[in-house]
């Protein structure tokens, strides 16, 4: 933690107060087993553990995926019925989006940018917990009704009103999967925004000496970018889904036509809402390939300035687009014009991502390991669905192309084919840092080509079922409309795909338990992750922590191998002169105040209010506990032979 | 620089043709709602405007996958020594490179940008020329089928001409067409007459489009609407000048009704009444192959149609409380919650455009509707309107009971009736 502190916080002080503490107030010590995951605070076990849930969920939302293509594989099948093709593909999406790519952001997030940045941990360790927790709570809360007779939500993803209303969703079955679709998005809401704002602090105070903002890794400016991005998308959300929620419970007319309600302001707040949230997923995934793209050509990345202002541009145009979403609302020739010239736009600083990643590979040594198959597989893929979406900002042509699986085939473009074929190069590139094994180069490159040909074989011939007049979100069509091929083709690949996915993962799994040992930097690297003493990394991540000198700043370090370890004897001896490494302490109040939050989500969800008050008691005996418990922390001292003393509750004199 | 533009450019030309085989061989892009083959100047401004997109798009990126493919083969390092090789020069890039991309990227936009303008205008409402011309509709939406309303054919005593489920329209003549919907939003689209425009409640929409000759064209709701939203779908008809008159005319006229003959002829079951799987298509070859031809022969009366069962159904029609939903203008129906019936002999299709209206079909849609179309209204009531099943208004759950029973020689007899209402 930041030096600031130690100076009016003495380690005998600390040691009195703990003894006269109530049992309640006691810090867990645990470092390994259940309660050591359950109160962690460290960014690395909490990345891990979003890691773990958002995979979980990716292949959740994968079967849902399956499901979906089986029963269209052929003409009006009966595979499954139209209300469940509908609970899937609304869970598809909901469940792909907010429970599988931002967590899995967040789990890159949450290891990775404080290692870039050269610090200890986040700037608050506990809300970093809490946001993971809570991120369950929403998943749990959205994901329940699968579990109950009105089933999961049905109300597609973007919920347009007035078909969330009490008349019109599941009237003819007692409704609570609406509401559990509204409570669990609004949860997740509060998860990420927390998140957000740890990550924005993070960044702006903890960096380490000497890194300057324009010499932060692409990856960790783009978590910046991101985080301001979700703060300010989410509140649209979150307004619209507490007047839905109004409505809902008590009576209210925002978007009830019959009280005067205008459904179209739903989509409004949606959408403003909705369109970031498309560069909320899509930007970690350029940041990731930003990293991955220089270290396997050997040379920094091309046009490191402009690559970040764009990255800026894109995010704040990225607010002025969101009614290109609704081009076929009938809002008039002057706001349509308006939002397909600002979509037209937002293809530039795009473009230019893409033109500088070409750069970064020009005139470097390409070591096509598998990381960088996929990032270059993402550079193609994502240039396709870029193609696309500027098909779609042409208003009149759009108009055909809306809600057709022409679009469904751009934006898996972009979010398989760019967020996930990224976060899976990311995976591949970060694991020998993060479990200290290396991935088998053969599976891992045929695994990347299963998913490359079956993601295309799935996506490519949606792009002409649209054209050819195929409506989306439909469970049947005719065998008469000329969908028949396409249709099945596209089935075939998603199986090639799922194939590919299971394969992904197997080498994972099998690598985590038996795979060949990796230790330090395996690929050359060029940002401080990779200057960790050891793989997986300690908990306090830095023996010493680094001082930047450059962009690239462990590429520095490499070539200026002897000042920089002049430079770290000196700063570790000041930082033991200070009293050691100041390290934050494990709580259990993060994990007591979400669990208050599912409680209450529940019941308010199924309308029962006094469950609510409940949840929200214990949520308040979370936050009071938390106030309470005291600031916690405790120092680690680093001896000259690399070993570690000092920790939690231990003797703080022994140094 | 050793990179040749000639067999690249010879390569992607050729990955093209090939890739582009099966959309010809498979027909990939020439459907009943293909939004290439456009029969009208909506649907053609709106392809131009897809054109232009395409070829500006295609042009950047077969250069920058050129330079991509270009960059990756040729710096790929090959070999372990390679990699091991002194690293390359450690450049941060070229800002008059960058700015020069930024500016192709913005010309190459205008390009796009510049008919994109243009045609937001021309497709938004009928062009002020043609105003005078123009002939108006109302389509709205329902869940899960359409009603179309005539404003300007009104008839004595019952206001304007309602249909269901089929639009009929003069051809060669701009129409503008008001959206309305009486629930969700729902969306209008006829692929080959013009893209979609949402029909959204408290907001009044409207389109235009036009059919440059007389067709047969396909349509469908295009935004998520609930259950039954895949099966919503309905039909467009453009008929001359003169036909339209003429089906105008027929259309203003109550109800046609048969009169029992003196003799009764036999009763014998003309198709199949078994119960069909749920989501069994009703499309048959012989119908698509000139849908037109089979639109006019549904103007005329059946050649076996049997009289007593027409007076029958009619009778079974009000005993089952049909009329209590449906309009036949004439004679029983009064209702308002469901499609006007009064010419439904005259539709080629029923259940919103999804079953052809053959006697086979409509005797699975009256008995097994939540076959056909899982959720809609006939099955569970609208309005306050019982349907075939009762549903317990605390939970609002089906009861397990039946509100309407129908059986196999019920529903001929109803057939038949329906049938003889041309």
Redesign the interface.
């Known amino acids: 933690m930041a030096t600031a502190t130690t100076a009016a916080y003495s380690p005998a002080d600390a040691k009195s107060r703990a003894s006269h503490r109530p049992w309640f107030f006691t810090r867990p010590v645990a470092k390994t087993g259940l309660v050591s995951w359950l109160t962690t605070v460290d960014h690395k076990k909490i990345g891990l553990l979003y890691g773990i849930t958002a995979l979980f969920f990716f292949l959740v939302g994968g079967i849902e995926a399956l499901l979906i293509r089986v029963q269209l594989a052929v003409?009006?099948?009966?595979f499954i019925?139209?209300?469940f093709?509908?609970e899937l593909f609304t869970m598809h999406a909901t469940t792909m989006i907010f429970l599988a790519v931002m967590p899995l952001s967040a789990a890159f997030f949450n290891y990775m940018m404080p290692l870039q940045i050269g610090a200890r941990d986040v700037a608050f360790p506990r809300l970093n917990g809490f946001a993971f927790w809570v991120f369950i709570a929403g998943a749990i809360v959205l994901n329940v009704g699968w579990f109950t007779a009105a089933g999961a939500p049905?109300v597609?993803w973007f919920g347009?009103a007035?078909?969330t209303s009490n008349?019109?969703s599941q009237?003819?079955?007692?409704?609570v999967s609406t509401d559990l679709w509204i409570m669990g998005l609004q949860i997740l809401g509060v998860s990420s925004v927390i998140g957000s704002l740890n990550f924005i602090v993070t960044i702006i105070n903890m960096r380490a000496p000497g890194l300057t903002m324009m010499r932060l890794p692409v990856f960790t400016w783009m978590t910046l970018f991101t985080a301001f991005l979700i703060i300010l998308s989410f509140p649209a959300i979150t307004i619209a889904l507490v007047e839905l929620m109004m409505d809902r419970s008590f009576g209210t007319g925002f978007f009830e036509?019959a009280k005067?309600?205008?459904?179209?302001l739903w989509q409004h707040l949606f959408w403003i809402f909705g369109h970031p949230e498309v560069y909320i997923l899509i930007l970690p995934a350029m940041g990731i390939v930003s990293e991955i793209l220089p270290t396997f050509?050997?040379?920094?990345?091309?046009?490191?300035p402009?690559v970040v202002f764009s990255g800026a541009v894109i995010g704040f145009l990225g607010f002025g687009v969101w009614s290109h979403h609704m081009f076929?609302?009938?809002m008039?020739?002057m706001a349509?014009?308006a939002f397909?010239?600002a979509t037209?736009?937002i293809?530039?600083p795009t473009?230019?991502k893409?033109?500088?990643w070409?750069?970064t590979?020009?005139?470097?040594?390409?070591?096509?390991r598998t990381p960088m198959m996929f990032a270059?597989g993402f550079?193609?893929m994502f240039?396709?669905g870029g193609?696309s979406g500027?098909?779609h900002?042409?208003?009149?042509?759009?108009?055909?192309q809306?809600?057709?699986y022409f679009v469904v085939a751009h934006f898996h473009y972009v979010l398989i084919g760019g967020s996930i074929f990224a976060l899976l190069a990311g995976i591949h590139f970060w694991f020998p840092l993060i479990f200290g094994r290396i991935v088998s180069e053969f599976w891992g490159k045929l695994s990347f080509w299963v998913i490359f040909v079956g993601f295309n074989v799935t996506f490519f011939?949606m792009h002409?079922?649209g054209?050819?007049?195929?409506?989306?979100?439909?469970?049947?069509?005719?065998?008469?409309?000329?969908?028949n091929?396409?249709n099945l083709v596209a089935t075939i690949g998603a199986f090639i795909l799922a194939i590919g996915i299971g394969i992904y993962f197997a080498v994972m799994i099998y690598t985590y338990f038996k795979g060949k040992k990796a230790a330090g930097d395996v690929w050359d690297a060029r940002t401080l992750e990779w200057s960790v003493p050891t793989t997986p990394p300690p908990e306090h991540n830095f023996h010493v922590t680094p001082t930047v000198h450059a962009r690239d700043a462990f590429w520095y370090e490499k070539t200026h191998a002897k000042e920089i370890a002049a430079e770290k004897a000196k700063t570790a001896a000041e930082t033991e002169s200070h009293g050691g490494i100041h390290m934050p302490s494990q709580s259990w109040f993060p994990l007591v105040t979400a669990v208050g939050m599912l409680i209450g989500g529940l019941f308010f969800a199924h309308h029962y209010f006094p469950g609510a008050i409940a949840g929200g008691v214990i949520l308040l005996i979370g936050v009071l506990g938390w106030a309470f418990e005291g600031p916690g922390g405790y120092h680690l001292h680093i001896h000259k032979d690399g070993s570690v003393t000092g920790g939690e509750g231990q003797d703080e004199s022994a140094h | 620089m050793r990179f040749s533009l000639v067999p690249t450019l010879r390569r992607a030309t050729t990955l093209l043709a090939v890739a582009l085989i099966p959309l010809f061989t498979a027909g990939w892009l020439s459907g009943p709602q293909s939004t290439f083959d456009v029969k009208g100047p909506v649907a053609k401004s709106q392809l131009d405007v897809f054109y232009v997109t395409v070829w500006v798009t295609m042009a950047i990126f077969v250069v920058v996958a050129a330079v991509l493919a270009y960059a990756t083969i040729k710096f790929k390092a090959r070999k372990t020594d390679d990699e091991h090789a002194p690293v390359p020069p450690q450049g941060h890039g070229n800002p008059l490179v960058e700015l020069g991309l930024i500016a192709a990227s913005i010309a190459a936009l205008v390009i796009i940008a510049v008919p994109t303008l243009k045609a937001i205008w021309y497709t938004y409402d009928v062009p002020e020329e043609q105003r005078a011309n123009a002939y108006e509709v109302t389509a709205r939406g329902l869940q899960w089928w359409f009603q179309f309303e005539y404003p300007s054919e009104q008839i004595d005593g019952s206001g304007q001409l309602i249909t269901g489920n089929e639009l009929v329209i003069p051809a060669g003549r701009p129409v503008r067409i008001n959206l309305r919907t009486s629930d969700v939003i729902h969306s209008f689209w006829v692929p080959k007459l013009g893209g979609k425009v949402d029909m959204i409640p408290n907001r009044g929409n409207h389109m235009w489009l036009q059919a440059d000759e007389p067709g047969y064209f396909w349509g469908q709701c295009a935004e998520y609407c609930g259950e039954s939203h895949a099966v919503m779908r309905f039909r467009v008809i453009a008929l001359a000048e003169d036909d339209f008159a003429a089906w105008v005319e027929n259309q203003k006229k109550s109800a046609r009704t048969v009169q029992p003959s003196a003799s009764p002829k036999a009763e014998f079951a003309s198709y199949d009444m078994t119960r069909k799987p749920r989501n069994a298509p009703g499309y048959t070859a012989d119908f698509d192959a000139d849908p037109m031809a089979a639109w006019v022969n549904f103007q005329f009366p059946d050649k076996d149609e049997n009289a007593d069962l027409v007076a029958k159904g009619r009778a079974l029609f009000k005993e089952k409380n049909c009329i209590t939903c449906h309009s036949v203008r004439g004679h029983e129906g009064v209702g308002v919650n469901a499609p006007d019936l009064t010419h439904f002999g005259s539709r080629t299709t029923v259940a919103a455009g999804l079953l052809e209206n053959s006697k086979e079909n409509l005797h699975r849609w009256l008995m097994y509707p939540n076959d056909v179309k899982p959720g809609n209204k006939m099955w569970v009531g609208v309005n306050g309107m019982a349907g075939y099943i009762d549903i317990d208004p605390a939970t609002k759950r089906p009861t397990g009971t039946r509100h309407i029973e129908l059986n196999d020689t019920e529903s001929r007899a109803l057939v038949e009736y329906l049938h003889s209402l041309k």
Do not use: C, E
């Open positions: 003409p009006n099948n009966t019925s139209h209300q093709y509908n049905d597609g347009y007035p078909l008349a019109y009237q003819f079955a007692g409704d036509v005067g309600g205008m459904p179209i050509s050997r040379k920094p990345l091309f046009g490191y402009i076929t609302t009938g008039g020739t349509t014009a397909s010239l037209m736009a293809a530039v473009g230019v893409i033109f500088n070409v750069g590979l020009w005139g470097g040594h390409i070591m096509t270059l550079i193609w240039m396709m193609f500027v098909m900002s042409a208003a009149p042509a759009d108009a055909q809306q809600d057709s011939p002409f079922l054209l050819n007049g195929m409506p989306r979100r439909t469970a049947v069509y005719d065998g008469n409309m000329g969908w091929s396409a």
